[in-house]
């Protein structure tokens, strides 16, 4: 079991920054895949980042590579979600994610948080 908590969000116009992070309680938590997600209004729900157990492979969507870096650190059982240049259509709520393995957290984990609002203005 893992209990996800994000937190972060918030208002920023385009370009700016923002550093989301995701607390987790659990004993999985260091051996778990973790991902964050993103929907925006009227939009279904899509992948954003993921890092593996030990932070050594991360993945991006091409939307956000370049742009966004997902980290992990197993130690405070947080993954975190550092993320420039924002723009406007970067508008979502934001969840973190964990699983298992790679391939089941990209299609939407067993686990999730309850989700952050980021709001890029233009």
């Known amino acids: 079991q893992l209990q996800l908590r994000e937190s972060g969000g918030g208002s920023v116009q385009a370009g700016g920054s923002l550093r989301l992070s995701c607390a987790a309680s659990g004993r999985t938590f260091s051996s778990s895949v973790l991902a964050w997600f993103r929907q925006a209004p009227g939009k279904e729900r899509e992948f954003v980042a993921v890092?593996?157990?030990?932070?050594?492979?991360?993945e991006y969507a091409d939307s956000v590579k370049g742009r966004f870096t997902i980290s992990r650190d197993n130690a405070k059982t947080t993954v975190s979600l550092q993320m420039n240049s924002l723009k406007f259509e970067d508008t979502a709520v934001y969840y973190c994610?964990?699983?298992?393995?790679?391939?089941?957290?990209?299609?939407?984990?067993?686990?999730w948080g309850q989700g952050t609002q980021v709001t890029v203005s233009s």
């Open positions: 890092v593996n157990w030990n932070g050594f492979y991360t």
């Open positions: 994610s964990a699983d298992n393995s790679l391939s089941e957290v990209k299609k939407g984990g067993r686990y």
